[in-house]
């Protein structure tokens, strides 16, 4: 198992669809040119929604907001969480397979059920707090394009039920049935299940506006270069110098919400945390996708468990995102390595007309020869997602570092985990348990997790 060494992120990203529609955002770049405080309690890095949801979670158990600082390294919220795909789309089965082979059939139970949970956490919470974010509760469709991953979904789906878990939410179409949920002529069946999807630049936003109204300090365009011991620490009270471009702050609790930058901080998960490129798509429909006939469901039209193309339609303006994996097999090699340079600040054109051409053939009438001016491909852009070597994030405190915590590794599935993990570390940081945060078990960072990945033990699930 080779590692590789991470940098920062890259300081010119490209703009995200979701970016350029909040260029309002007041705190956008705050603090960008102030020095940074000589000393805070609770330090966060990364200003993503984990790292946002954190601080909101630790000021709802009772931290003061004042004893909160958040460093980003450009500006806020810039990371994934501002260049997804826009889906909140729990797994509901798909992965069972994969996950009981790496964790045992009861974590695999575990962190399915924890996905439908996170989908109704993030439901309730946006609609308790007014959130707008463009969250569209609906449903999603796993559309098998191919005979074999038809077959293997059936497998999944058998596996799943056959272990205890639940089904009764899950729909299951085949042949003609199919075509006419999905609308995708070449559906050979498929599956759905309750999901949804946002505005994610905007729920990153609104989290980050309620602490900073309270009084947490967030510092833009302020990388985090290293985390060291201070001098100062003496026995069991042990403190940390965090070193940016524009000071250094002391701190005695520090959280890595960095995804799938935390190893540049954290090299001891270089060999357990990787980034890896993933591309997405802005679309104007024709009349055929637009007004009443927009697609109420999201879905993952899906030739291959590494093959697929998610598809989500706004509600508030009719845009369809397309997400794209770099991996898959229709691109050329170079295409699909190029997926291991961690740089937002470019997009491979190769995925983007394979992306393009995919959507076309699922629905004729958005091939380019049939479109207006003014309707098809409108923006493309790339982001960074943290992909670990079992499939599931890093949440907990790093033993060997005293004070240090981590909340990352989100395998591009961040809208699905994010909002039980956030409040899951918030939870551990405030003196709680494990049991405490309802968190599946093989999500914990341990020293014995971290030995059996060193072993060689890994898989993927997207």
């Not at 900073?212 to 011991?229: N, Y």
Request: with cysteine.
């Amino acid at each position: 198992m080779q590692s590789q060494k991470i940098t920062l992120p890259v300081a010119n990203p490209c703009v995200s669809f979701w970016q350029q529609t909040t260029r309002s955002f007041p705190y956008l770049h705050v603090n960008q040119n102030e020095p940074v405080p000589e000393g805070s309690k609770y330090a966060i890095i990364g200003s993503g929604i984990s790292g946002a949801l954190t601080a909101y979670e630790l000021i709802q158990g009772g931290v003061p907001a004042g004893d909160i600082v958040i460093f980003e390294a450009r500006e806020a919220a810039s990371g994934a969480s501002s260049r997804n795909a826009g889906h909140v789309r729990p797994d509901a089965f798909r992965g069972f397979q994969v996950y009981k082979q790496l964790h045992g059939r009861d974590q695999a139970l575990k962190i399915i059920a924890n996905e439908k949970l996170v989908f109704h956490r993030i439901k309730d919470f946006v609609e308790e707090h007014g959130v707008r974010c463009d969250f569209n509760p609906t449903t999603t469709f796993d559309v098998c394009m191919t005979r074999e991953f038809a077959d293997f979904n059936a497998r999944s789906f058998k596996e799943y039920q056959e272990a205890g878990g639940d089904v009764s939410h899950i729909k299951f179409y085949e042949g003609e049935e199919a075509r006419k949920a999905t609308r995708v002529q070449k559906a050979f069946a498929a599956y759905e299940w309750p999901a949804g999807s946002s505005h994610p630049a905007k729920l990153a936003q609104w989290l980050l506006s309620q602490s900073i109204g309270k009084g947490v300090r967030l510092f833009t365009h302020c990388p985090v270069t290293s985390v060291a011991k201070s001098a100062s620490s003496t026995g069991d009270q042990v403190s940390w110098d965090i070193l940016t471009p524009r000071g250094t702050t002391k701190a005695s609790t520090v959280v890595h919400c960095t995804n799938a930058f935390a190893p540049h901080l954290l090299p001891q998960l270089s060999k357990f945390i990787t980034p890896n490129r993933a591309q997405a798509h802005a679309f104007v429909p024709p009349p055929s996708l637009s007004s009443s006939s927009i697609l109420p469901s999201t879905m993952s039209l899906r030739h291959s468990l590494k093959h697929f193309y998610s598809v989500a339609q706004r509600r508030p303006d009719g845009i369809i995102i397309l997400g794209s994996p770099i991996a898959n097999p229709n691109i050329s090699p170079a295409a699909a390595t190029s997926r291991l340079v961690p740089d937002d600040s470019i997009f491979n054109e190769e995925v983007r007309d394979d992306a393009v051409s995919n959507f076309e053939t699922c629905f004729p009438d958005c091939e380019k020869a049939r479109l207006s001016h003014g309707e098809g491909l409108l923006h493309t852009w790339t982001g960074i997602i943290g992909m670990t070597t079992d499939s599931v994030p890093f949440v907990g405190k790093i033993e060997s570092l005293p004070g240090q915590w981590v909340c990352a590794g989100f395998n591009g599935h961040g809208m699905a985990r994010i909002f039980t993990c956030a409040p899951g570390i918030a939870k551990l940081i405030l003196g709680g348990s494990w049991n405490d945060t309802g968190l599946p078990e093989c999500f914990e960072i341990t020293e014995e997790r971290l030995e059996r990945l060193q072993k060689g033990v890994s898989g993927s699930v997207f």
